[in-house]
């Protein structure tokens, strides 16, 4: 096993590893038309053992028990292929999409434990805050909690995402409703899941710098040709450089696979996850002397503003699922997932409400909310394939239906006022009056339907086209009084893209694409009696981009795109107490490059650079309410961005990394008067195979101690980077 490829990140295992995978002979006539499809791919063709002859089984052919979802022609930082971009098995060269694999060897060199991590060294992506209690990201520009998925399916539950029993996590970039249905405005991110379906015993523990400690493990066996069952599970009891932040977290996910029959294959899984934490809301902002710019609070980055006992944020999730595939032909496949989820979210806040004064004082807010929630989703998709003679068709037709119920509960304390900002902690009186201010439970239920086609007119030509049609079908009551709003909107997705390959290992394509965002936007308690007349936003995007294996193992891309936002909710400019209207509109444009594989056999690289600009291209009325002037920049969006991530092995038992992250400065709001500087962060990495069954790693993170402030919620909640910290981690299989 090569380095850092251990708790997180196991190898595939052998051919003589796992017990002989019957073959049929129509599956031998698939595994070879794949082969013949793709034989350019730079991953190697691997062998797998048959009771009857051994046929090659191209890496991501969908011929093993885990139906080829966990392979992705994975190796080491590079894959080469996804299912998640158009619902087929396809290369990655031949998808018209900016599109950024986390696999599991790459997250565990970074020691990225969770979402939050891996997504650091993402061009083009910046990790918001989240006001302390959920993942929050801004990609290309468009800031999301909701755009989450696990195997193509939706997580819009607001919590943070640990990778423990994930496969690969892929940020698919640019608006995707065609695949994957509302919002995904400035793109998704997708966790591909560990399935049943090789032998695997191993273990990690981690120890480190502010009380981090962490321990998991991947347990699995291919018990007979047609079962299999794994076992992922995760604890973890942190500290943290902020004081009195900490955090435990703990899940379990237990998975099967079942062959019904020749034809007919089943995936099951449990997950339980628990998150318990501070909400930390980081610091404060304070002007800048003569200037009306604002910047990060200046002194210790440890400090609390507001109270750590009082804010917290605690998330319990069951989720079940059932996959089952039967293949009725060579060419004609149906794929059935269901999915549901138990959730119950709670978070309490004491925080910085205001920036600090002239005189040193700040504000802070008081609030908690608890959400509880069930979701029930079902997907089905028939895959079509078929020649024509000179040109190959591949058709895809699907549906989704799910329906959502959420119960919300509110409670606002009064700010409390005039607290030094040089002494911002403190405890609120347990005696605080938090009352009730609001309290609503919300019926969601979608109806989709879509249908795409990957046509190939010559090896030279592809065209991928689709378009999905959702009815979102939404009710809202308000608890407290017992009135009722909804509204239904019915939206169309197109998306179309080509793709011209002058020679194999070279790719150039240009896409358009749409998505929407209802007006409830991702939190269904805001519905009110405003929304008769309001659309949903939409989302348009155009791109061109190329994509070259340069090299058998390293792979380049690069894309330009316009991203245009409309009908975005605004205040009446005419009269603030009038219902809002839909004046807004924004732009992102810019380009981004990325390289990801091996320089040498020695050298593995992942990174690269993203430039972007975006502002306010449609709003109206400048001076009132919260309607804002055109020309601003949008929030969160570093003009410039640079990441990359080396390992090179010394020699078969020793291997280091180094890794830079450079970003420009960013406002922290549309007002755009608070600013969190540009910083360049230098994080290393030590890693050592001490036995053929034992690993262990070192990374420092910050290796030079640079003081920066990573992301903001506004511009009176600004988190501070972590200080210099360090991570020992120890990998056995047994």
Do not use: C
């Not at 060419?331 to 059935?336: A, E, F, S, T, Y």
């Not at 690289?605 to 975006?614: D, E, K, N, P, S």
């Amino acid at each position: 096993m090569g380095v850092g490829s251990g708790a997180f990140a196991q190898e595939a295992a052998t051919p003589a590893e796992l017990p002989p995978l019957e073959v049929t002979a129509q599956a031998k006539k698939k595994a070879a038309a794949a082969k013949k499809k793709t034989a350019t791919s730079p991953v190697p063709q691997a062998p797998v053992a048959a009771a009857a002859a051994p046929e090659p089984v191209e890496k991501g052919a969908s011929t093993d028990a885990d139906g080829g979802l966990s392979s992705g022609g994975v190796d080491g930082y590079l894959a080469t292929r996804t299912s998640s971009g158009t619902k087929t098995d396809t290369p990655l060269i031949d998808v018209p999409q900016a599109i950024t694999v986390i696999t599991q060897e790459r997250a565990k060199d970074q020691h990225a434990v969770d979402v939050n991590k891996a997504l650091q060294y993402v061009p083009g992506v910046l990790v918001a805050q989240g006001e302390g209690n959920r993942d929050q990201i801004v990609i290309r520009g468009q800031n999301t909690t909701a755009d989450f998925f696990i195997d193509g399916v939706r997580d819009d539950v607001q919590y943070f995402r640990d990778l423990y029993n994930a496969d690969r996590l892929e940020v698919l970039k640019g608006p995707n409703a065609m695949i994957f249905g509302r919002g995904g405005g400035g793109g998704v991110v997708n966790r591909v899941s560990k399935k049943a379906g090789e032998d695997v015993r191993e273990g990690t523990a981690w120890i480190g710098s502010f009380d981090h400690y962490r321990a998991t493990a991947d347990v699995g066996a291919r018990v007979s040709n047609d079962f299999a069952v794994r076992l992922n599970g995760v604890f973890e009891d942190s500290g943290s450089y902020r004081d009195g932040v900490d955090l435990e977290r703990y899940g379990i996910n237990p998975t099967a696979f079942f062959r019904l029959t020749d034809h007919t294959r089943v995936w099951l899984s449990y997950e339980y996850f628990h998150d318990d934490r501070t909400a930390d809301r980081g610091i404060s902002s304070v002007a800048v002397p003569g200037s009306t710019e604002r910047r990060p609070y200046p002194g210790t980055i440890k400090a609390f503003f507001g109270d750590p006992n009082k804010s917290v944020s605690d998330f319990d999730g069951h989720t079940t699922t059932a996959t089952i595939e039967h293949k009725f032909s060579e060419d004609l496949k149906v794929r059935n997932h269901t999915s549901y989820g138990n959730f119950d979210k709670f978070y309490d806040n004491v925080f910085a409400a205001t920036g600090v004064s002239a005189g040193g004082l700040y504000s802070a807010g008081v609030y908690d909310n608890l959400t509880t929630r069930s979701t029930l989703v079902n997907q089905t998709d028939v895959t079509y394939e078929f020649d024509g003679g000179w040109y190959g068709h591949t058709l895809v037709v699907g549906t989704e239906f799910s329906r959502q119920d959420t119960e919300n509960t509110r409670k606002t304390g009064a700010n409390v006022v005039g607290i030094p900002a040089s002494n911002p902690t403190f405890t609120l009186p347990s005696n605080y009056p938090i009352p009730v201010t609001g309290r609503n439970e919300t019926e969601l239920s979608t109806a989709s339907v879509y249908v795409q086609d990957q046509f190939d007119i010559t090896k030279y030509f592809q065209v991928i086209g689709g378009i999905r049609f959702d009815r979102f079908d939404i009710d809202a009551t308000n608890l407290f009084n017992g009135n009722q709003f909804g509204r239904v909107d019915d939206m169309w997705s197109p998306r179309v893209g080509v793709v011209v390959k002058p020679i194999e290992n070279l790719s150039f394509y240009a896409s358009y694409s749409k998505s929407f965002l209802p007006y409830s936007g991702e939190r269904f308690g805001s519905l009110d009696g405003t929304a008769a007349d309001l659309e949903p936003e939409t989302f348009i995007n155009h791109e061109i981009g190329v994509k070259w294996e340069i090299a058998p193992r390293l792979m380049l891309s690069a894309a330009l795109y316009r991203l245009d936002r409309e009908n975005t909710r605004a205040v009446n400019p005419v009269n603030v107490a009038l219902p809002p209207v839909q004046i807004g509109s924004s732009r992102t444009e810019g380009g981004e490059i990325e390289m990801a594989g091996y320089i040498t056999d020695q050298w593995e690289i992942a990174g690269g650079y993203a430039r972007t600009f975006g502002e306010i291209t449609g709003a109206q009325g400048t001076t009132v309410g919260n309607t804002v002037p055109v020309g601003r920049s949008l929030a969160n969006i570093p003009e410039d961005m640079f990441t990359l991530w080396n390992k090179y092995r010394f020699t078969p038992m020793f291997a280091a990394g180094i890794g830079v992250v450079h970003r420009s400065e960013i406002f922290a709001s549309t007002s755009n008067t608070t600013v969190l500087p540009e910083f360049t962060r230098v994080d290393g990495a030590l890693y050592f195979n001490l036995t053929e069954n034992l690993d262990a790693q070192l990374n420092v993170e910050n290796l030079f101690d640079e003081t920066y402030y990573a992301s903001a919620h506004s511009d009176h909640n600004i988190t501070p980077g972590s200080p210099r910290a360090f991570y020992f981690g120890v990998t056995s299989r047994f």
